[in-house]
């Protein structure tokens, strides 16, 4: 060729299905790449947060955002709308994202799941584990635990459990329940009554399955879907927590005999979306990092997510990518050009 080249040409009208946590957040991480590329987007936010949505829409339209647009659509209708738009976008449950998956794919049109996770904290055994008890504590008990990208699972090297476990639950023990709008409050409740049912139901569980409350663990008394920081030892695969995602303040405690075998703790889970690992030895941390099968790894920092760097998971976590210029790639046409 004397001249070839590629070009990323907008897709059209995306349709992006959101979740009501971080419901200004999550809108915008997924409108601002996909507007920037020269789409359209066709909003569907979460019935329960019409407040903070009608708001958010409130402000698109004074900047003139044209290409951005909200409705809220019942559920019947979102296949119509995958239907009529060019991509779909889809942040929440694995269960949920399965279901637009397959419509999606029904229709052959492109999509991107960002969906649960239960993200490994990783202590290795020359961890500073005051540091990393304080970052294990805040990363899981954030908005109530209410987040994917949570530290949900604590796998602590047995040769410093006993040292560190003891930090971790001070850590805890300085969490406070209230009213959200006081200052004084530093664990939310959760969003819905049905989420603390299903919260407290899988704490059940591992109870009844040979786990140890080493605190909370009960419903507490009067209004408000309150719900105390619980963290569960001695949990096993017998026990739901060990495999499923739980979106509320509870820590599942797992003591690892030595690096690999935390590392293969962490690996044995259906969800990938990120990981933290907290060790002196930073070659050391790389080369289990590498080892991990997630979207994200973190060393000796919680995770979260970075305006500069792609946000994804892999397995039960969903596909593909957003933030940083991947997230701008996931709704393009890349054409390729051959000139003779």
């Known amino acids: 060729a004397s001249r070839s080249g590629v070009s990323f040409d907008p897709l059209g009208v995306v349709l992006a299905v959101m979740p009501w946590n971080y419901p200004v957040w999550q809108v915008l991480r997924f409108a601002v790449p996909a507007l920037a590329a020269g789409n ?11 407040q903070t949505s009608a708001y958010l829409a409130e402000l698109v339209a004074e900047a003139g955002i044209a290409p951005f647009a909200m409705a809220w659509l019942a559920p019947a209708q979102v296949e119509t709308a995958i239907v009529g738009c060019d991509a779909v976008a889809f942040t929440g449950s ?24 239960s993200n490994a904290f990783i202590v290795m055994p020359d961890a500073d584990l005051a540091a990393a008890a304080k970052e294990a504590c805040y990363s899981r008990f954030r908005d109530a635990g209410q ?29 406070q329940m209230g009213n959200p ?34 605190c909370g663990g009960e419903l507490p008394e009067g209004s408000g879907w309150f719900y105390p920081a619980t963290v569960l030892d001695k949990v096993t695969p017998a026990c739901r927590v060990y495999h499923e995602e739980v979106f509320g303040p509870v ?6 005999r ?18 933290s690992i907290y060790s002196a030895d ?51 046409n890349v054409k390729s050009y051959w000139q003779k």
């Open 251 to 256: 820590a599942v405690l797992l003591r690892a």
């Open 181 to 214: 709008m006081d200052a004084a409050t530093t664990l939310a409740p959760l969003h819905r009554e049905d989420l603390r049912v299903r919260v407290h139901a899988q704490v059940q569980d591992a109870l009844a399955h040979g786990a140890k409350a080493l």
């Open 282 to 332: 930073a070659a050391q941390a790389w080369h289990y990092a590498e080892q991990l099968q997630t979207g994200a790894v973190f060393i000796n920092r919680h995770t979260s997510s970075d305006l500069r760097l792609p946000f994804g998971g892999v397995k039960a976590s969903g596909y593909g990518r957003e933030l940083s210029e991947f997230g701008l790639y996931e709704f393009v």
């Open 94 to 117: 694995t269960q949920t994202g399965s279901h637009i998956a397959a419509l999606a794919g029904r229709h052959i049109k492109k999509s991107v799941l960002e969906l649960g996770g």
């Open 258 to 275: 030595d690096e690999a075998h935390a590392v293969e703790l962490a690996n044995d889970n259906p969800f990938g979306l990120g990981a």
């Open 40 to 50: 359209g987007c066709l909003v569907k936010p979460a019935p329960s947060v019409p």
């Open 147 to 175: 987040s994917c990208n949570a530290a949900k699972r604590i796998i602590v090297a047995e040769a410093v459990a006993d040292e560190f476990v003891p930090l971790f639950l001070a850590e805890c023990a300085k969490l």
